[in-house]
């Protein structure tokens, strides 16, 4: 992974697509700079008795459009600028989703595999006791992220609804279905990442039945958009987790592979393995569409010089570096930006916010359908941008609707005190 500076690649981007806007130095460091940032320590008792503290941050980067929205991820690897940098392409998703929400994200600095489930508990109930004063249904909506998932969603809502004595499933979203989670949420960023691929291969005039498909990354959002691509008729001819990659000669089943890897740990050993690769290897394959699934930084300058992809759906947050997509936009390769991408999570949890506060839920049909057409609708709005200003790529196209989109909320509120 590259040591490029999450934080500082938001920025650049940023600055990026500034150049094609009307728009004043304070305007534009306000809409690079976080409102607030909670850092916190989390001490907590372990199941021996003993004490450990953990890092926590939560930061609120920009609400002119609505309640901050974003995820909790629990990783080793959390610190501030990640956190920054992740609020803020929150703020830019939702807003080229032109869904009426701002962006935040939160984490902890932890290895949730060293702890026993209790442990977990406990953990995630002390940064929800320090996080309640900050979130709410119509102040900040947290969500799932990289380690998190809905018992922890439900733990959080659990405690800062038993602090504030009242009901209310709006505080948060990626709940369980029970605790009043949507229809849909689980697949829903795998989902947008195809729906997004599918666009980009209808504007090149290409066929997605046929395609060749690599997946670097077999979390959620990656087997589920391995599994997607795989019934519409694409041949997913590699897949990745952090162990390494496997290749076939022809197209794995990605619910086999997902079901080995749950059985022992990886995707690495899978029986119709044709040959093991590094991650590096799957992501220069030869191949039509390429998903990064994994982490941020994942390709960055030297790498992306071996990209063979035609197309680039990016399921994870921030997977290639400015520098990397420089070289990528000279070798027009049609890299579609993370921020419409994988929305399908946030525009679900969008979904999901509004079935909370109506206390009425929807079809995984009607989820999915109403999903779909959100990604649609902006892929072209995107592709008109990209066309009409003649930008250099489709991530600046989102960067400049986005910001114009979130500039007009900002400027309709003014400016108080």
């Known amino acids: 992974m590259s040591d490029v500076n999450p934080y500082q690649s938001l920025r650049t981007q940023i600055d990026a697509a500034a150049q094609y806007l009307d728009i004043s130095a304070g305007q534009l460091e306000r809409l690079k700079t976080p409102e607030r940032i909670l850092e916190t320590n989390l001490s907590v008792e372990?199941?021996?008795?003993?004490?450990?503290?953990?890092?926590?941050?939560?930061?609120?980067?920009?609400?002119?459009?609505?309640?901050?929205?974003g995820g909790i991820r629990y990783h080793p690897q959390v610190d501030r600028d990640e956190v920054k940098a992740l609020s803020g392409w929150m703020v830019y998703k939702t807003a080229t989703g032109d869904i009426p929400l701002g962006g935040g994200k939160g984490g902890i600095v932890i290895d949730p595999s060293s702890y026993s489930e209790s442990e977990l508990e406990r953990v995630t109930r002390s940064f929800a006791k320090e996080l309640t004063p900050l979130i709410g249904a119509d102040r900040d909506v947290p969500a799932p992220d990289v380690n998190t998932g809905q018992r922890e969603m439900n733990w959080i809502k659990d405690t800062y609804e038993t602090l504030e004595n009242t009901t209310e499933p709006g505080v948060i979203t990626g709940k369980d279905l029970a605790s009043g989670g949507s229809?849909?949420?689980?697949?829903?960023?795998?989902?947008?990442?195809?729906?997004?691929?599918r666009e980009a291969f209808e504007y090149l005039g290409?066929?997605?039945e046929g395609a060749t498909v690599a997946v670097q990354g077999y979390g959620n959002a990656g087997w589920i958009a391995a599994k997607l691509l795989h019934e519409m008729g694409a041949n997913v001819v590699a897949v990745s987790d952090s162990s390494g990659a496997i290749y076939s000669d022809e197209s794995f089943d990605p619910v086999a592979v997902k079901d080995y890897k749950r059985e022992t740990g990886s995707v690495v050993g899978y029986p119709d393995t044709a040959e093991e690769l590094t991650n590096d290897e799957l992501l220069t394959l030869d191949v039509d569409l390429l998903i990064p699934a994994a982490l941020e930084n994942a390709?960055?300058?030297?790498?992306?010089?071996?990209?063979a992809a035609d197309v680039i759906s990016e399921a994870a947050n921030g997977p290639i570096t400015p520098a990397a997509d420089d070289v990528l936009n000279d070798r027009e390769t049609l890299v579609i930006p993370d921020i419409l991408a994988n929305a399908g999570g946030v525009i679900v949890s969008y979904f999901e916010w509004v079935q909370n506060r109506q206390r009425f839920y929807w079809s995984e049909e009607r989820v999915n359908e109403e999903l779909d057409s959100i990604i649609v609708e902006q892929f072209g709005n995107l592709v008109d941008a990209y066309?009409?200003?003649?930008?250099?790529?489709?991530?600046?196209?989102?960067?400049?609707?986005?910001?114009?989109?979130?500039?007009?909320?900002?400027?309709?509120?003014?400016?108080?005190?």
């Open 46 to 69: 372990m199941d021996d008795g003993s004490v450990e503290v953990f890092r926590a941050y939560r930061s609120q980067f920009n609400g002119d459009r609505g309640p901050y929205k």
């Open 183 to 197: 229809e849909g949420r689980v697949e829903a960023t795998g989902r947008s990442t195809v729906v997004a691929a």
């Open 206 to 208: 290409k066929d997605i």
């Open 299 to 307: 390709i960055h300058e030297s790498l992306a010089h071996d990209i």
């Open 387 to 417: 066309e009409e200003r003649n930008l250099p790529s489709l991530r600046t196209a989102a960067y400049v609707v986005a910001l114009q989109r979130v500039m007009n909320a900002g400027e309709q509120r003014g400016t108080w005190p």
